[in-house]
């Protein structure tokens, strides 16, 4: 135990940076018009590949019903994305919807600061945005046994539950969750080193039965 170290997650470190770009500038590179907005960020379940286009028409349907604004990413590149990529071609002719394929990481980090809330399946959702105090609506297994906070509201495939979450999360902030880290991880990651107690530790590998 006296050789670990808890630092916390390298890449808060970015979200606490105060070299971000301002959300002006995100909105000028990315033509993103909206006064207000929610992100979308929708991957693939690999293991439920036979019900993702079912899941995706739901949830679109449903935001379909609320007022907000969505700027919506590309899904990663899991097996399915190209179901989803074609299910999100019709959204390009709908006024409240700016789909973006991908961001830079910087750029998308000022998206999420200013978002009304996220919304979908993706990681970020319950890493960074509770980082910022951003509410977030998981949708679905994908996320199963990960990090959980009041930030983050679960639900399944159900129009009702999603409707439920957005009002729960629309407009909202919260305390910042500092669950991976305080974004400090570079300046303890050099204390660490500097003290050099990490040099004197014993390196012949050891057995405990």
Not at 137 to 162: E, K, L
């Amino acid at each position: 135990p006296e050789n670990i170290h808890t630092i916390g997650s390298p890449d808060l470190d970015i979200l606490k940076s105060g070299n971000l770009p301002s959300i002006g500038a995100v909105k000028e590179k990315y033509e993103i018009n909206f006064d207000s907005y929610a992100i979308l960020l929708f991957h693939p379940v690999t293991t439920e590949l036979e019900l993702l286009v079912d899941h995706l028409e739901l949830l679109i349907s449903t935001l379909e019903t609320t007022p907000h604004s969505f700027v919506v990413i590309y899904p990663n590149n899991d097996p399915g994305n190209d179901l989803i990529i074609e299910k999100y071609k019709f959204l390009h002719q709908r006024s409240n919807y700016k789909i973006i394929p991908s961001m830079r990481f910087e750029y998308f980090l000022t998206l999420m600061k200013h978002c009304l809330f996220m919304i979908g399946n993706s990681s970020a959702g319950v890493r960074e945005a509770p980082f910022f105090g951003i509410p977030a609506i998981n949708v679905g297994t994908r996320q199963n046994g990960r990090a959980s906070s009041q930030t983050i509201f679960n639900c399944d495939f159900d129009a009702s539950q999603i409707i439920t979450g957005i009002e729960k999360a629309s407009g909202k902030r919260y305390t910042p969750v500092r669950s991976f880290g305080d974004g400090e991880s570079t300046k303890k990651f050099r204390e660490i080193m500097e003290a050099g107690s990490i040099f004197n530790i014993v390196i012949q590998k050891q057995f405990c039965d």
